[in-house]
C-alpha cells in the first residue's frame, strides 16, 4: 500500500516543481522529455517506492541586468534579382553604420534569395478590377470574371537576412530603431508592418547551449535556491507517503537560464526514504 501512496506522491509532485521550471525557462517540451529520460532515478522510484524523485528551479539576482537580444529580418524586394541584392545591402550597412552609435551590437544571419508572389501587386490589381466590375454594373450590364491563373501574378525577388539585435538599454535601442528607419533599413517593401522577435532569455540545458551572462557566485546561489526548494517538496512528498525524508542520492542540473536580472538553475533529485523505526 505504501508503494501506491509513494507512487502517486511521485507523481504529483514531478508536475508541480516541473511545472515551475517550464515556466521560468520556457522549455517546456525539451524539460519534460528530459524527466522522461532520466531512466535509473525514475525507475527505481516507482518500482519498489524506495525513492522520492522532484524537480525545482531556484534563483539568484543579477547585479546588472542581462543584454536583451531582438530577431529582425532585413530585406530588398525588386522584381530584379540585382535590384533586390542592392536594396538588402544598403540596408545591412545601414544598419552596421548605426549599431555602434547605440551601443548595439549585431550579428547578421545568412542570405537567402527567393521568388515570391508580389502580394502589393495583386492587391492593386485586385482593386483596380473591382472597379471595372462597378463601372460596367453601373451601365447595365454583368461583369465577365476570368479566375487568374498563376503564372499571370507578378513575382519579385526577394533578398533577406535575419539580423540579431543585442542591446543593454532600451532606450539606446529604440533610438536606434528610429535612426535605422530614418536611413530606410527596417523598411521591407511589402508595405507590411516591420515586427521585431524578442529573445527573452539564454539558456543551456544539460550543459548544452548559452546559459547567459552570469558569474560563478550567482549560480552558486541559484542551484542552492534549487536544492532547498527540492528539499521542501520531497519532503511533502514523503510526509505524504508516511514517511520521513532521508539522504540525497542524486542530483542533476536539468537548465540554466538568464532573464533580465535573474538567473535560475533548475535542477532534478532524487532522495531515499529514512529506515522505518
Known amino acids: 500500500m505504501k ?23 520556457q522549455l517546456a517540451s525539451v524539460l519534460v522529455g528530459a524527466t522522461e ?7 527505481s522510484a516507482t ?13 539568484a539576482s543579477l547585479a546588472t541586468p542581462a543584454d536583451e537580444s531582438y530577431s529582425l529580418t532585413i530585406e530588398g524586394r525588386a522584381k530584379s534579382a540585382v535590384e533586390a541584392t542592392r536594396q538588402h545591402e544598403d540596408r545591412i550597412k545601414a544598419a552596421q553604420r548605426l549599431a555602434p552609435q547605440f551601443r548595439v551590437v549585431l550579428d547578421v544571419g545568412s542570405t537567402s534569395f527567393t521568388s515570391q508572389i508580389d502580394s502589393a501587386q495583386v492587391q492593386q490589381r485586385a482593386a483596380q478590377a473591382r472597379a471595372q466590375a462597378a463601372q460596367i454594373r453601373n ?9 487568374a491563373t498563376v503564372s499571370e501574378f507578378p513575382t519579385v525577388f ?4 535575419q539580423v540579431r539585435f543585442t542591446t543593454a538599454d532600451r532606450a539606446q535601442f529604440a533610438a536606434f530603431l528610429d535612426a535605422l528607419g530614418a536611413a530606410g533599413g527596417l523598411d521591407n517593401g511589402s508595405g507590411g508592418y516591420v515586427q521585431l522577435m524578442n529573445i527573452p532569455n539564454t539558456f543551456d540545458f544539460l550543459g548544452l547551449g548559452t546559459p547567459g551572462s552570469a ?9 542552492a535556491d534549487a536544492m532547498a526548494a527540492a528539499r521542501r517538496e ?24 538568464v532573464r533580465g536580472r535573474e538567473a535560475s538553475v533548475t535542477v532534478a533529485a532524487s532522495y531515499a526514504f529514512a529506515p522505518s523505526k
Do not use: Y
Request: proline share 3%; charged share 10%.
Open 234 to 257: 520531497a519532503q511533502v512528498v514523503a510526509a505524504q507517503a508516511g514517511r520521513q525524508l532521508g539522504e540525497v542520492k542524486q542530483i542533476s542540473v536539468l537548465a540554466r537560464s
Open 158 to 161: 526577394v533578398v533577406s537576412s
Open 37 to 43: 529520460s532520466l531512466g535509473q532515478a525514475m525507475g
Open 3 to 25: 508503494k501506491i501512496i509513494a507512487c502517486a506522491a511521485l507523481a504529483w509532485a514531478m508536475a508541480g516543481p516541473m511545472a515551475r521550471a517550464q515556466d521560468a525557462s
Open 47 to 59: 518500482a519498489n517506492g524506495s525513492n522520492v524523485f522532484v524537480t525545482a528551479t531556484g534563483h
Open 215 to 223: 558569474d560563478d557566485a550567482v549560480w552558486d546561489k541559484a542551484v
Open 139 to 147: 451601365a447595365g450590364a454583368q461583369p465577365l470574371v476570368m479566375p
